[in-house]
C-alpha cells in the first residue's frame, strides 16, 4: 500500500498514518510533509518495515533538501512517484 502525507510529521494525520502502516508499505512525504527531514527522530524514520520517501521538488523548495541529504532521507523525483502509484493497487492520501 502507499500513503501519501501532505501534513507536517506530528501532525494527527501523521499520527494516523503511522497507526496505519503495515510491512512494505511505502510512503511518500508532499508538500509539508517534507518537514519530516527537519525530525530525524520522527518515528516513520524508524519504521524499518516500511519505505519513507520525500519528493524531491516539494523538499528543495521548502529547503530541506540538504537536511534530508544530510541524513540520508530518500529523495524521488516526479517520476519515481508515479512509479510507487503505479506498483501499489491502494493509496491511501493523508492530510
Not at 502507499?2 to 497507526?19: C, E, G, R, T, V
Not at 529547503?63 to 523525483?77: F, N, S
Amino acid at each position: 500500500m502507499l500513503h501519501i502525507l501532505n501534513k507536517p510529521p506530528y501532525s494527527d494525520s501523521a499520527l494516523q498514518m503511522l497507526n496505519a502502516l503495515s510491512s512494505g508499505d511505502a510512503v511518500v512525504l508532499i508538500e509539508d510533509g517534507v518537514q519530516a527531514a527537519f525530525y530525524p527522530e520522527w518515528q516513520g524514520w524508524l519504521v524499518s518495515t516500511v519505505s519513507i520517501y520525500l519528493l524531491a521538488e516539494d523538499a528543495i523548495s521548502r529547503g530541506v533538501h540538504t537536511i534530508a541529504a544530510i541524513h540520508e532521507m530518500p529523495l524521488i523525483e516526479v517520476d519515481g512517484f508515479v512509479a510507487l502509484t503505479e506498483q501499489n493497487e491502494q493509496i491511501i492520501s493523508w492530510h
